[in-house]
C-alpha cells in the first residue's frame, strides 16, 4: 500500500476516564505507532491513559489517524493539546453511565477551538440492561442542549464484544467525506512535536503531524525554542519510509544533531523560525462559555493551551474609555470581554495560530473548568499601562456659603486643592469649582439647585489612577 497516496484525517478521541475510548482504537486500528495504545509505562501501571496516543487504519481512499487523549480530569490538559493537530472528534460515552464531568469538559473544548464535526459513541451495550433505542433518544436530548444539536450522528457499541463497528465505520466515513479539510501544502514548514526518543545506533527521532508545508529528505530543520537543529535521515509514516511529507500526513523523522534531553512536547521542527514569537504577556479577547460559572477577577489564576503546551498565567480583565484599559471584574457567564494575560514563562507562539485555550485547573474536577476560548489580539514586551478608579470622599461643610457649596475631605491641603479644580464629581455635583481657603477646602457646583443638602452630606471623586502591572 503507498500510503502516502491516501488523504490523512486526524480524529480525536474524547471521554470521562473508563468510558472505553482506547478499546474503541484497539478495534477500529490496523496500525499503532510507537506512541500508540498506553505507550507510556505509566499506562499500563496504572491501567489508565495518561498521554496521547496514535493509530491509524485505512478506510477507502483514507489514512485515518485517531488521536487518543486521557479522560481523567487532572489529565485534561493533555486531551486539550491535541486539539493543535484534529479534524473532527468521537465523543464516546459509557451507555451505562450517560454523559459525565469530562464529557462536558472535553466537548467544550471541542467547541471552543472550532472542531465542528463530532460522532458520538455509545460504548459497552454488552454490559447494558436497558433499551438502547431509548438511550440514544435520551443522549440526543443532551446534545440538543449543545452547539453541536441532536442531529448528531450517534453509534451503540461493545469494544469487548467487536459489535456495532461495521456501523461506525459506514458514520466515521461519512462524516470525514462531508469535511472541507484545505492543507497548507505550500510555503514553509511546521511540524508541533508531540513524542521524542532516541533509538541507539540510529539518533534522535521525533513524532508529529505536519500542520504546514512539504517535508523532503536531507531537509535541515530547526527545532524552537531551543535553537537546535539538525538535518532529516528518514521519513516514517506509520512504519513505512518515504521521501516527502506534506501538511496533514503524521510522521516520524530521524533527525541528525538534536540534543533530545532538550525537546519538550510544545517544540516546533520549523525551516522558517519568523513564523513564531517567543513571549509571556499576550492580550487577547475572550470568548467565554456559558456554562462557565466563577467569575473572573483581576488577576485569576488561569491556564493557557497554546498549540500542544499548557502553562499557568493570570488574566487581567479590562473595558476601554478614551483608549485607555480600565481593569475590571466578569461575573456574567458567556460574555466576551478582552484581558491582558501574563504566563509564567515563556512560549512558543505559532504566528497563523490565533485561538488558544483558557481553562481554570484549580478548580475541583466536579465542576466545569474550561473557561473557553480566546483570540490572540496582540504581544507584548513589556507589561501595559492599566487604569483603575479610586473614590475619594468628602463632606459638605457648608451647603449655604455665599460664594457656592463648601466641601473639605477631598484634598488635604490649599496645593492640593488647586489640583482637583475642574475634576468632574459624582451625581447630583458637577465639578470642583474653585478652592475656598488654604487648608484644602474647595466649592462645589450642583446638577440642580433645588436639591436639599444638609451638612456632613457626601461628595465623591472618581479619579483615574494609571498603574502598570509587574512581571510574575
Known amino acids: 500500500m503507498e500510503i502516502e497516496k491516501k488523504i490523512p484525517v486526524h480524529i480525536g478521541l474524547f471521554g470521562h476516564?473508563?468510558?472505553?475510548?482506547?478499546?474503541?482504537?484497539?478495534?477500529?486500528?490496523?496500525?499503532?505507532?510507537?506512541?500508540?495504545?498506553?505507550?507510556?509505562?505509566?499506562?499500563?501501571?496504572?491501567?489508565?491513559?495518561?498521554?496521547?496516543?496514535?493509530?491509524?487504519?485505512?478506510?477507502?481512499?483514507?489514512?485515518?489517524?485517531?488521536?487518543?487523549?486521557?479522560?481523567?480530569a487532572d489529565l485534561i490538559?493533555?486531551?486539550?493539546?491535541?486539539?493543535?493537530?484534529?479534524?473532527?472528534?468521537?465523543?464516546?460515552?459509557?451507555?451505562?453511565?450517560?454523559?459525565?464531568?469530562?464529557?462536558?469538559?472535553?466537548?467544550?473544548i471541542i467547541q471552543s477551538l472550532k472542531i465542528e464535526k463530532i460522532i458520538v459513541v455509545l460504548n459497552k451495550i454488552d454490559l447494558f440492561t436497558g433499551n438502547v433505542k431509548n438511550e440514544i433518544e435520551k443522549t440526543r436530548r443532551f446534545f440538543n442542549s449543545t452547539s453541536f444539536g441532536s442531529d448528531v450522528p450517534i453509534y451503540a457499541v461493545s469494544a469487548r464484544s467487536k459489535s456495532g463497528f461495521e456501523d461506525l465505520k459506514l458514520g466515521i466515513l461519512e462524516m470525514i467525506s462531508s469535511?472541507?479539510?484545505?492543507?497548507?501544502?505550500?510555503?514553509?514548514?511546521?511540524?508541533?512535536?508531540?513524542h521524542h526518543f532516541p533509538i541507539k545506533g540510529m539518533g534522535v527521532i521525533?513524532?508529529?503531524?505536519?500542520?504546514?508545508?512539504?517535508?523532503?529528505?536531507?531537509?535541515?530543520?530547526?527545532?524552537?525554542?531551543?535553537?537546535?537543529?539538525?538535518?532529516?535521515?528518514?521519513?516514517?509514516?506509520?512504519?513505512?519510509?518515504?521521501?516527502?511529507?506534506?501538511?496533514?500526513?503524521?510522521?516520524?523523522?530521524?533527525?541528525?544533531?538534536?540534543?533530545?534531553k532538550k525537546v519538550f512536547r510544545g517544540c516546533y521542527a520549523t525551516n522558517n523560525p519568523e513564523l513564531f514569537d517567543f513571549c509571556d504577556i499576550i492580550e487577547v479577547e475572550v470568548n467565554c462559555n456559558e456554562l462557565f460559572k466563577p467569575k473572573t477577577s483581576f488577576g485569576t489564576q488561569i491556564h493557557i493551551t497554546?498549540?500542544?503546551?499548557?502553562?499557568?498565567?493570570?488574566?487581567?480583565?479590562?473595558?476601554?474609555?478614551?483608549?485607555?484599559?480600565?481593569?475590571?471584574?466578569?461575573?456574567?457567564?458567556?460574555?466576551n470581554f478582552e484581558a491582558?494575560?501574563?504566563?509564567?514563562?515563556?512560549?512558543?507562539?505559532?504566528?497563523?495560530?490565533?485561538?488558544?485555550?483558557?481553562?481554570?485547573?484549580?478548580?475541583?474536577?466536579?465542576?466545569?473548568?474550561i473557561m473557553g476560548s480566546a483570540e490572540i489580539l496582540k504581544l507584548h514586551k513589556q507589561p501595559p499601562v492599566f487604569y483603575k478608579y479610586k473614590t475619594k470622599k468628602g463632606y459638605i461643610k457648608n451647603p449655604e456659603h455665599p460664594e457656592g457649596i463648601i466641601c473639605t475631605g477631598l484634598a488635604q491641603s490649599g496645593t492640593g486643592a488647586k489640583k482637583i479644580v475642574g475634576r468632574k464629581l459624582e451625581s447630583p455635583f458637577t465639578k470642583v469649582l474653585n478652592t475656598f481657603g488654604t487648608k484644602g477646602a474647595v466649592i462645589v457646583g450642583?446638577?440642580?439647585?433645588?436639591?436639599?443638602?444638609?451638612?456632613?452630606?457626601?461628595?465623591?471623586?472618581?479619579e483615574l489612577r494609571s498603574f502598570q502591572l509587574k512581571n510574575i
Request: charged share 25%; net charge positive.
Open 77 to 108: 490538559k493533555i486531551s486539550a493539546s491535541s486539539v493543535e493537530i484534529i479534524d473532527c472528534a468521537i465523543v464516546v460515552i459509557d451507555i451505562n453511565k450517560g454523559p459525565q464531568v469530562q464529557t462536558g469538559e472535553h466537548l467544550v
Open 179 to 194: 469535511l472541507e479539510i484545505k492543507r497548507a501544502i505550500d510555503g514553509s514548514i511546521v511540524i508541533p512535536i508531540d
Open 17 to 72: 476516564i473508563d468510558c472505553g475510548k482506547t478499546a474503541i482504537a484497539e478495534v477500529l486500528s490496523e496500525i499503532i505507532s510507537t506512541a500508540g495504545i498506553d505507550a507510556h509505562p505509566q499506562s499500563k501501571e496504572r491501567g489508565i491513559t495518561i498521554d496521547l496516543g496514535f493509530t491509524s487504519f485505512v478506510l477507502d481512499k483514507y489514512l485515518i489517524t485517531l488521536v487518543d487523549g486521557p479522560g481523567h
Open 340 to 369: 491582558i494575560i501574563m504566563l509564567k514563562k515563556k512560549v512558543l507562539i505559532r504566528k497563523e495560530k490565533t485561538i488558544i485555550l483558557l481553562s481554570r485547573l484549580d478548580l475541583p474536577p466536579t465542576t466545569l473548568r
Open 446 to 462: 450642583i446638577e440642580n439647585k433645588n436639591i436639599p443638602l444638609k451638612k456632613g452630606g457626601p461628595v465623591l471623586l472618581k
Open 206 to 260: 521525533l513524532t508529529g503531524t505536519i500542520v504546514r508545508g512539504m517535508l523532503k529528505l536531507n531537509e535541515n530543520l530547526k527545532i524552537l525554542p531551543i535553537k537546535s537543529s539538525g538535518r532529516v535521515k528518514s521519513i516514517q509514516i506509520f512504519h513505512q519510509n518515504v521521501n516527502t511529507a506534506k501538511a496533514g500526513d503524521r510522521i516520524g523523522i530521524n533527525i541528525k544533531g538534536v540534543d533530545v
Open 306 to 335: 497554546i498549540g500542544m503546551v499548557t502553562v499557568a498565567g493570570n488574566i487581567y480583565p479590562y473595558y476601554k474609555k478614551e483608549s485607555k484599559k480600565i481593569q475590571t471584574t466578569i461575573s456574567s457567564k458567556g460574555v
